[in-house]
């Protein structure tokens, strides 16, 4: 494998995978054009997408991996190379994940957690905090599975979990131990709020002013530290992708779930979203689960829905008329013992548990119940 690039750490990143010879890094471009039958990293800031383009022509037998930072991103250009066979790095990707696309691209297989699953949100109010906080209350009471809620956005989220204001402090006050990879898992409880034995939540960036600093990296460097201690961790990434914690919690999960309603303003919200943001991210892999489902024969019907976003659909959540009196009272919609809320959440915990090898008491319906309602409009 050869490396031009400045980024030294790449270069120890892929030697401690044990799966490539780093034959040279932060290599003279120019020195490219003579390889042949090599693995290749490049990067943008040292060599234009023009020069590879060329060197790709001139030795088709080299796998080319180009990065491109965040300013020199173009949708045009990428469709070029990927013409060319030329894999593409996407901008705001840690060294972690540059490491685990490229080792999957060539062995078909990752170095990624296997216990990760995402949520995020369409558009603001489509619900993911509440669903989140149901979805990983649900699995805990439900199987002996040890479950992290994980609060990865600019809001602490601890409308429905925290009523009494308890001890716990968040993520904002762990940045920095995380960073420097000094954070001891007892640390990181004592940030938690300790629901009991086996269920933690780590409420989000309470302070607005503090969020910015935050980089990508702090997800995957926070998961490396805990992830041994967890059958499952459910992210909560919010539904702003100018947050850098989104953004690193949808690139550490290979699970992403896009939380949506069947209102039509989320989906021309999210259509600006997904065509300046998550293209040029090339984060585009979600199952799409529609909140809030109503069976009214004004709205389209949650298949409709999964059509419109372009994406598999995964299930329903029935809406709930307690959501309201829910953030009134600061505790999830379980409390209230909506059967149909409940039936529909038992659904995704399935989907999810299923995804994970965890063993769950589901109490999804098989007779003819609310999903069917919602598959068929009256």
Request: contains cysteine; negative net charge.
């Amino acid at each position: 494998m050869i490396i031009a690039s400045n980024d030294l750490a790449l270069n120890e990143a892929f030697g401690d995978t044990q799966k490539f010879v780093i034959e040279a890094s932060n290599t003279d471009v120019d020195s490219l054009e003579s390889v042949e039958d090599k693995l290749i990293l490049v990067s943008d800031r040292n060599c234009n997408h023009n020069q590879i383009i060329e060197f790709s022509g001139q030795n088709p037998n080299n796998l080319y991996f180009y990065m491109i930072s965040n300013e020199n991103y173009k949708a045009t250009m990428v469709s070029t190379l990927k013409a060319h066979n030329i894999e593409v790095i996407p901008p705001k990707m840690t060294v972690e994940q540059i490491v685990n696309l490229v080792i999957n691209k060539v062995y078909k297989t990752t170095l990624a957690s296997d216990k990760i699953v995402c949520f995020f949100g369409a558009d603001s109010d489509v619900g993911v905090t509440m669903l989140t906080d149901c979805l990983a209350q649900y699995i805990s009471e439900n199987s002996e599975a040890r479950v992290l809620n994980l609060k990865a956005n600019y809001q602490k989220s601890d409308y429905y979990t925290n009523a009494h204001k308890n001890h716990a402090i968040g993520l904002e006050h762990l940045r920095v131990k995380i960073a420097n990879n000094i954070l001891s898992y007892d640390e990181f409880v004592d940030a938690c709020h300790c629901v009991d034995d086996t269920y933690h939540i780590l409420y989000g960036v309470g302070d607005l002013m503090t969020f910015r600093e935050f980089n990508v990296e702090i997800v995957s460097e926070l998961i490396n530290i805990v992830n041994d201690y967890y059958d499952l961790i459910i992210i909560d990434a919010g539904t702003n992708l100018d947050c850098p914690l989104a953004v690193s919690s949808l690139r550490s999960s290979d699970f992403n779930f896009l939380i949506t309603t069947q209102g039509r303003i989320a989906l021309e919200n999210f259509k600006l979203v997904k065509n300046q943001w998550l293209n040029r991210l090339d984060i585009n892999d979600f199952n799409l689960v529609v909140n809030k489902a109503k069976n009214n024969s004004y709205l389209q019907t949650p298949l409709e829905v999964a059509n419109d976003y372009g994406y598999d659909y995964s299930c329903s959540i029935a809406y709930s008329e307690h959501g309201e009196q829910a953030e009134q009272d600061g505790r999830t919609l379980l409390s209230f013992n909506d059967d149909d809320f409940n039936t529909s959440l038992g659904m995704l915990s399935s989907i999810v548990c299923s995804h994970y090898g965890i063993d769950i008491e589901s109490e999804v319906e098989t007779k003819t119940g609310i999903f069917q309602k919602m598959f068929n409009k009256s």
